[in-house]
């Protein structure tokens, strides 16, 4: 039980949290400051008594983590560190200013911050995979702390982190739910309903624990009760007031996201007792235990195909991944209960301590892997290529924490055949090469698959494979290299009339297209553009040169954004008339146009246009005409 003096001194440190949050928005002309004093008593006593963390030491294997989910409250997290003493009072008055760490909610720009934060809803899912880590992987007794708003809850990524704790019985996770009752426009759906919030925590396996969020001693028991907690996830459920401290502040409505003017702040720090000086001496942890080794990392065999034979390239990254798994212990695989089409089964047979299952749950998925490599492991997260598109705004995010994560979509495009549009990804070259930071990838052979997974486990940022349903037959020697960022020209000659450029299914059209065209008599250069992102603008500017410009590019894959669009990219990104000669383009793009059906592979990519034969069309209509730009 906390004494008289203890609770003395947390409702001081309480009151400097929120006058400095109110100071340091006030300065910045923005930000969320009653949103940040609704949970200042439940930060304090966090602070002061029960957070382990080492800010000397923010990479410390023994850290605790503490994830600010309501990442709007971010003046609150970083009047925290300001009592810490890791930032000074300069840089705390430096929120939300060009160039400051301090931003308008939080990022890894600070090292005590583990992912960016602010798109509601991600906090406890990411935590999810860190809690992940410490249980099963590190198997060290650190706890991970997630402050969550009540508005947020009515995100589904919520929930499904909760169901995916309990299911892996994370006592290591504590969730602090500041019921403040007022969202951005109004009430919350729920209000100060806490009960609510319990009975539904209850029903996914988890403890609750209701409490007072303004009451001290109560917020102290519960840490406590969470910390000794051994069987499954807290959710401590604490009934706030926003803008608590000052009456003109308190529980009233209009104040989201809305800075207090000088005077107004002038007046409510008074009421607040006037600022304070408070330097925290947070506890480090206890035990410092090295993580449960993961062994060292040993030679790679690569899996390897011969020539000639059909091997789809979702199973070579299967096969790949399971190898990597003997060579990289710090290799982790998560997939969307679609393992046994994606073939991550076989990383999961072979090393089922290292994998871990998502079920039909994508965002929780993505999460999880941005949570993993918190804890510096390399996590791929596989599934079908169109349902990661459920999952795009943690991947968005994920580029903002500046986490490596490594994503896998099989069963991409038109040419999965009958089951038709709603499992066809016909826009995950896009939207992943609009990611920051990103690396796409589009493999055609299962050696070529085998050689890019192998790259990708050291390979920053955000990282994306896409792998094909169809058996293909394998066109490269398995000692080839392919390097991220390059292309492989397989077939070129002095006198070529142009040049198809493709990736994945579409080479192998590309190449049926171009032994009709030789036999015609029209020299086509066939380059197989599997880095998409970043696309090999040296071999593609040489091509437009030795082509006068006439170029074929054919994607299963909408037109607008894939890889059509990376190849002219690669001509306005940089100096087209020094690098190509200064020859105008005659490209013609072949993609996918009309909302497809379900019929058999050589079907659907003869529907789309972008079979061999319609490659034949296009290339002859090319060599009959000048040169001059065209897209179609």
């Known amino acids: 039980m906390a004494t008289l003096e203890q609770l003395q001194a947390w409702h001081e440190l309480a009151q400097q949290l929120r006058i400095n949050s109110i100071r340091a928005t006030t300065a910045a002309g923005s930000g969320h400051p009653t949103s940040s004093m609704s949970a200042a008593d439940l930060m304090a006593v966090l602070l002061a008594k029960h957070l382990r963390y080492d800010f000397s030491n923010s990479h410390s294997p023994n850290n605790d983590h503490l994830i600010f989910s309501k990442g709007h409250a971010s003046p609150l997290l970083y009047s925290i560190y300001r ?30 911050v583990d992912v960016a934060t602010g798109s509601l809803g991600q906090g406890l899912p990411i935590a999810v995979g860190i809690a992940l880590a410490g249980e099963y992987l590190d198997k060290l007794p650190y706890h991970t702390w997630v402050l969550l708003g009540d508005s947020e809850m009515a995100e589904g990524s919520i929930w499904e982190a ?83 401290g000052v009456a003109d502040l308190e529980d009233v409505g209009g104040w989201h996201g809305k800075a207090l003017k000088p005077d107004q702040a002038k007046a409510a720090i008074e009421e ?240 049926k297209a171009y032994q009709h065209l030789k036999q015609e008599g029209i020299t086509v250069r066939v380059i197989d553009a599997y880095s998409v992102k970043p696309i090999d603008a040296t071999t593609l500017h040489q091509a437009a040169r030795d082509t006068q410009g006439k170029l074929v590019v054919v994607e299963d894959h909408w037109g607008e954004g894939g890889l059509g669009a990376a190849v002219l990219d690669a001509f306005v990104d940089t100096d087209a008339a020094s690098t190509s000669g200064g020859l105008p383009l005659n490209l013609i793009k072949l993609a996918v146009q009309n909302l497809p059906g379900s019929g058999t592979p050589e079907e659907l990519l003869h529907a789309a246009k972008i079979d061999a034969s319609s490659i034949i069309e296009a290339v002859r209509s090319l060599v009959k005409q000048p040169a001059w730009v065209s897209t179609k």
Not at 85 to 100: A, N, P, Q
Not at 191 to 208: E, I, P, S, V
Not at 440 to 450: G, R
């Open 83 to 112: 009592a810490a003493g890791v930032i000074d009072d300069d840089e705390l008055m430096s929120l939300r200013k060009f160039g400051s760490r301090l931003e308008g909610h939080p990022t890894p720009a600070l090292p005590w």
């Open 162 to 244: 909760f169901e995916h704790a309990s299911h892996y019985k994370l006592a290591n996770l504590i969730a602090i739910l500041d019921v403040n009752r007022l969202g951005q426009r109004g009430e919350t759906m729920l209000g100060w309903n806490t009960q609510t919030y319990c009975d539904r925590a209850l029903a996914f396996g988890w403890k609750a624990i209701e409490i007072d969020g303004h009451n001290l001693e109560e917020i102290d028991e519960a840490y406590a009760a969470a910390m000794e907690n051994p069987n499954c996830p807290t959710l401590i459920v604490a009934r706030t007031k926003k803008g608590k």
């Open 272 to 511: 607040l007792g006037g600022e304070r000086q408070i330097t925290i001496a947070v506890s480090k942890p206890n035990l410092q235990i090295q993580r449960s080794s993961i062994g060292q990392i040993q030679t790679l065999q690569l899996p390897s195909y011969q020539k000639g034979e059909k091997v789809a390239t979702r199973k070579a990254y299967g096969d790949t991944l399971k190898a990597l798994g003997a060579s990289r212990p710090d290799v982790v695989a998560l997939d969307g209960e679609v393992s046994n089409s994606t073939y991550a089964e076989e990383f999961a047979k072979a090393y089922p301590e290292r994998y871990f299952e998502m079920y039909i749950a994508e965002q929780q998925m993505v999460a999880a892997a941005v949570g993993l490599q918190v804890r510096q492991y390399k996590p791929f997260a596989s599934s079908f290529a169109a349902f990661l598109s459920r999952a795009y705004d943690f991947v968005r995010m994920a580029a903002v924490s500046r986490a490596n994560i490594k994503l896998v979509g099989s069963h991409a495009g038109i040419s999965i055949g009958e089951d038709g549009p709603s499992q066809m990804a016909l826009e995950d070259l896009a939207s992943l090469r609009a990611v920051y930071g990103s690396t796409v990838l589009y493999p055609s052979d299962a050696n070529q698959t085998a050689q890019l997974v192998a790259q990708m486990v050291d390979c920053d940022g955000i990282v994306y494979l896409r792998t094909t349903r169809e058996s293909t037959p394998v066109l490269y020697e398995a000692e080839e290299d392919f390097s991220i960022g390059g292309s492989k020209v397989i077939y070129s000659s002095e006198q070529d009339q142009a040049a198809v450029i493709a990736a994945g299914i579409t080479l192998h059209e590309a190449l």
